[in-house]
């Protein structure tokens, strides 16, 4: 039998008026708690989860690659595919705040006067992926020895991982080559050791190359033979991540057994073209041989190669970088040269991998093509040196549409490296 609730209002009304205001002003203070309280999750869950990423969540992962582009099998927990979503937290570090960051990626000192593109964070569709803990990771860390092994992408890495890091405890520089390339790093109170080894080929190479990429003679590529930057300090270290890739599209004479082998794009000379899709991959070939016979235990990631996202030409001829946000997937196309590049990287891991797991080793694919094929908008472009070159406004502006912002997209590669170990640990 249900209650007549108007009756009993004002039967009490009636013979109680002060009883009465006080019980609706109750029931009145309840309403409003309660409409403020589910106003301000709204407010916050709008804040972690905008319209345009709810709408993508509930569609199948659309192929930001074109049709026909290769995809490693995924885990069931996929941290690689998912969207840039907005954050209300900002960057972990300030360009100020670390003094470790290079003049190159240093964005906003060289002037960029946007930072939209600071307040973006990765979020898998299938996953939770907390951001890096410097504190946690430091201590899961101590006594052990990084490495970052590749080109200047992996220099540009190194340096995000040492600002989040130093929010902690300072990096300490303790070695660096002539050229300054190749860095070590310490946490003298964790005895971690971080460093960065220069070597874009992974194999035996004379470059005649400066910073800004200006080339006086074609590379001198040993296929055969590795790189000993790193190879010498291999069996030292617990933790690697390698890559390589782009290095193999510039014109390089090749070797093999000290002698002339042929060489990829050399028009000027009276070589074999073999091709740099021939050397890239006998060079991995070798590269995990080296790792399948070391019987290494430890966690070794091989880093895809990335994207750049240059519009309306290249380094040399005009081409720029001025978004200012993430884009749609799809929105911008692999070029065909690292479209090749990404299939022999793929193909050449999936035979290493299979061969590793019947030994015990631990090979981990550090997939980063998605989640940095939507993020034209991290680069420094016409930041790469201070802007407007007071010196000479008439200089010839070269836009870097390759290498990231520090702060910047990058940071968040740290957060899927962290969440690879932690599973890497736990199996």
Sequence with gaps: MRPNWKALW?????????????????????LAFRFLSTKQTEIFDVAETPRMAKANATKPPQNSLSQGDRFPKRET???????????????????????IIESHQNCMKNGRPDTAYLNWRWRP?????????????LKLMRNKKWALIGDSISRNHVQSLLCILSKVEPAV???????????RWHFQSHNLTISVLWSPFLAEAAIFENYDGVSTSEVE????????TWTDQYEGLDYMIFSSGKWFIKTAIYYENNTVLGCHYCPKRNLTELGYDFAYRKVLQNVFKFILESNRKGTIFYRTTMPDHFEGGDWSNGGNCLRTAPVKEGEFELNPLIKIIRDIELEEFEKAAAQGSE????LK???LMQLSLVRPDGHPGPYRHFYPFAKNKTAKIINDCLHWCLPGPIDSWNDLIMEMVMRSDQN
């Design 77 to 99: 927990c996929d941290i690689f595919t998912g969207d840039w979503v907005p954050s209300l937290v900002g960057p972990r570090y300030t360009n100020e705040s670390c003094n």
């Design 173 to 183: 520089e303790v070695y660096h080559a002539v050229d300054y390339r190749s860095k």
């Design 10 to 30: 004002w039967s009490i009304h009636k013979h109680n008026p002060l009883l009465a205001k006080l019980a609706l002003s109750i029931l009145l203070f309840g």
């Design 125 to 137: 569709r299938d996953c939770k992926l907390p951001q890096l803990d410097p504190v946690k990771f």
């Design 221 to 228: 590529l040993h296929l055969d033979k590795l790189d000993k």
């Design 365 to 367: 694919l550090l997939d």
């Design 359 to 362: 030994k015990g080793l631990n």
